[in-house]
């Protein structure tokens, strides 16, 4: 195989937003994939199944070989078809494969033989996944700060204000609480580390994240950044229940209506998000206890028929006693057993000027200067 093109593992890639070519099979693809990245396979599952027995029983050569009569003919040139639809269209995009070995190689001799070349990403998949690996692991050694308070407080909100916020619930498509799952499908943990360490690419001093658990929807924060956050100096949002209401209204009813309703259609959207929001109460029935769960089931099943009539404030009849009876309580126990200090405690607006304030010192300050407050 003559010598082909070669592009180093650079996380600028990611950061202008190039097209990559993931040329791995689709299961791989679907385990965690570089960011922007578009699976068109060299092989399918079962052909890459079937290689890889040949490649540990008989060695590489029959492993090739056998690759070879698999996909040949019409199969070979669809493939390449593919590839060529893509880069009519992204010109610029790069190949990579799990360690920029054979199969990206494969996929550009078969382009070269119809005259184009492209570059494939030195060290593949898994140098840029260390790449982005090291940039969370470089971020728990920066200045953070963390923003708590009840729910309802707008952190979210608050978080995505600052040029130093660093939104982890976006990372995760997930809000963080038991009605907070996203309509479209959750990341695998892979894409959710990949994601996070391409979001800290432009930020590159201080970080301000929300007060999470280690654990969002179906996946983890990292290690290393999770035990910075723990140690790290924090505010806490302090807003009274008709705010924090009108907040939670409008993140778990109103905006999660306008998302189904552009995903699915209004007669189906409307069965799916009634659907999601009655299933996330019923998983909370053994916290709750029976009476309790069956009084704000009754509240919440009247909401939705006031919600189709056009009433969305009807949803505050369960959603308020779920704030001040279930995650309230909740929160104020944590507090109380934990030993968190607050730089600061007050309303939404305040604590945002804290926080740009604080961005903006740690920011001004050089590296070796930077400590927990």
């Not at 029959?62 to 199969?75: F, K, N, T, Y």
């Not at 699915?264 to 916290?287: I, N, V, Y």
Request: charged share 25%; glycine share 8%; net charge positive.
């Amino acid at each position: 195989m003559s010598e082909l093109p070669q592009i180093a593992p650079d996380l600028a890639l990611l950061r202008e937003g190039r097209t990559l070519i993931d040329v791995r099979a689709p299961m791989e693809f679907a385990q965690g994939a570089l960011p922007g990245a578009v699976n068109l396979p060299l092989m399918d599952d079962e052909e890459r199944h079937r290689v890889g027995i040949a490649y540990k029983q008989h060695g590489q050569a029959a492993a090739i070989a056998l690759g070879e009569r698999m996909v040949s003919g019409s199969l070979k040139a669809g493939r390449i078809e593919a590839w060529q639809r893509l880069l009519a269209r992204q010109p610029d995009a790069i190949i990579y494969c799990f360690r920029g070995g054979l199969r990206s190689q494969i996929a550009q001799q078969w382009l070269a033989e119809v005259g184009v070349s492209r570059p494939r990403i030195s060290g593949g998949w898994k140098a840029m996944r260390q790449a982005l690996c090291a940039q969370i692991d470089a971020a728990a050694g920066r200045p953070l700060l963390v923003v708590g308070g009840l729910t309802g407080c707008a952190k979210t909100t608050l978080i995505q204000r600052l040029p130093s916020g660093l939104d982890l619930e976006a990372c995760a498509r997930h809000k963080g609480s038991a009605f907070g799952r996203h309509p479209l499908q959750s990341p695998s943990q892979i894409d959710f580390e990949h994601d996070l360490g391409r979001r800290l690419l432009p930020l590159t001093g201080p970080l301000v994240v929300e007060d999470e658990s280690r654990h969002i929807g179906t996946v983890n924060v990292p290690l290393s950044f999770w035990q910075a956050m723990q140690q790290a100096p924090r505010i806490r949002v302090e807003m009274p229940l008709d705010w924090r209401l009108a907040q939670i209204r409008k993140d778990y009813i109103d905006d999660l209506w306008e998302i189904y309703r552009s995903q699915f259609g209004d007669w189906l959207g409307w069965a799916l998000m009634r659907k999601q929001l009655a299933t996330a109460l019923a998983r909370l029935a053994k916290r709750l206890g029976s009476a309790r769960l069956a009084r704000l089931q009754r509240l919440q099943q009247l909401a939705f028929r006031e919600h189709a009539r056009g009433d969305r404030q009807a949803h505050d009849a369960w959603l308020a006693p779920l704030l001040t009876e279930y995650y309230d309580p909740m929160y104020r126990h944590q507090l109380e057993k934990g030993e968190q200090r607050f730089l600061h405690v007050g309303d939404w607006d305040s604590c945002l000027a804290v926080a740009q304030e604080w961005s903006a010192r740690h920011a001004a300050q050089p590296a070796q200067q930077h400590a927990v407050e």
